[in-house]
């Protein structure tokens, strides 16, 4: 986090990154107020430590929902996979079938 002080304005803007998200924060002084540095400096670290968990949340929050999506996807391939399956004994069951008669044909008679 880099902390920066504006005198002028009487603010401070305490700027950072997260996981590729920017963070920025800021302490601005009442105008009829006096201008107290390190309370600003306090101030801006902890509503630049409550924007960072929000984004710490947004972060996770989207990773659950791409998850969700990915979970949805696997249990519908799944789903394709187990008819699939269950097609396939059928006809090995109707195949093994014809192949018994196949035999039985030719030395049953």
Known sequence: MKILI?????????????????IRAVAVCHKEDTF??????????????IKQTYVKMNIHESNAKRLLGLRD???KEVLS?????????SKILKDSDDCEK????????
């Open 6 to 22: 504006d005198k002028q304005n009487k603010a401070v803007i305490a700027t950072g990154w997260y996981k590729g998200k920017k």
């Open 36 to 49: 107290d540095i390190d309370f600003g400096v306090e101030l801006v670290k902890k509503k630049y430590k």
């Open 73 to 75: 996807w696997i249990v």
């Open 81 to 89: 996979e187990n008819k699939i399956i269950i097609s396939l004994d």
């Open 102 to 109: 196949f035999i039985k044909s030719k030395y049953n008679k």
